[in-house]
Structure formats: structure tokens, C-alpha cells
């Protein structure tokens, strides 16, 4: 089990940015891919994005391809989104996950059963 931690949500307006982070608990951090899910009101909880757990391979959403990026420090066991360009469809409560298991195909992305309380992104103008 492993506590995840998510911080950095809060209200821009449509075009500004955010950088979200996630503290995670444990010292496996560094041996696992970490991810970042939303759920929008309404509507299920979707994948955003995976790391590896080097940082050497990453994995986007369509819909956020090319306007956020992901990042991990295994010094400070904390898995960071940087989302620019922000959109009205991209508000939402943000999570952080650990990978179901230590082996990821980045060809799709397996959440494990640990989630944070969330941060809110609310994009509006």
C-alpha cells in the first residue's frame, strides 16, 4: 500500500498553467511507473498520463498530448504534471496513482488500487 498525496489544483483561466504534485509515501516510489487520472463531474475517471519509473518513457492522453508533461523525482518520491494551455475541458479532480505492478507495457497504463484525496482543477474564465 502506498499513501499518495496531491497538491497544486486550483482555478486559472482558460490558456494559463498549473503544475500539480503528488507525494508519495514508501521506499519503493522509485520502482514503480506513477500516473495521473482525472474525473470530470459526471464522467468516469480517465487517464492522463504514465511515467516509467527512470523517467525515461512516458505516456499521454490524446487530449493532452503536447500540453502537459509529466515528471518524477525519486529523491523526493514525488510524480509532478505540468499542464499549460489549460482548457475548460480539462477541469476536473486530479489523482495520482502507483502502477498495478513494477512491469509496464507504455502502451497502456494498469492503475493500482491506492488513490490520493484529489486537487481540484477548475478552468474558467
Known amino acids: 500500500q502506498v499513501q499518495l498525496v496531491e497538491s497544486g489544483g486550483g482555478l486559472v483561466q482558460p490558456g494559463q498553467s498549473l503544475r500539480l504534485s503528488c507525494a508519495a509515501s514508501g521506499r519503493t516510489f522509485s520502482s514503480y511507473p506513477m500516473g495521473w487520472f482525472r474525473q470530470a463531474p459526471g464522467k468516469e475517471r480517465e487517464f492522463v498520463a504514465g511515467?516509467?519509473?527512470?523517467?525515461?518513457?512516458?505516456l499521454y492522453a490524446d487530449s493532452v498530448k503536447g500540453r502537459f508533461t509529466i515528471s518524477r523525482d525519486n529523491t523526493k518520491n514525488t510524480v509532478d504534471l505540468q499542464m499549460n494551455s489549460l482548457k475548460p475541458e480539462d477541469a476536473a479532480v486530479y489523482y495520482c496513482n502507483r502502477h498495478r505492478g513494477m512491469t509496464w507495457n507504455t502502451g497502456s497504463y494498469f492503475p493500482g488500487p491506492d488513490w490520493g484525496q484529489g486537487t481540484q482543477v477548475t478552468v474558467s474564465s
Open positions: 511515467i516509467s519509473q527512470s523517467g525515461g518513457r512516458v
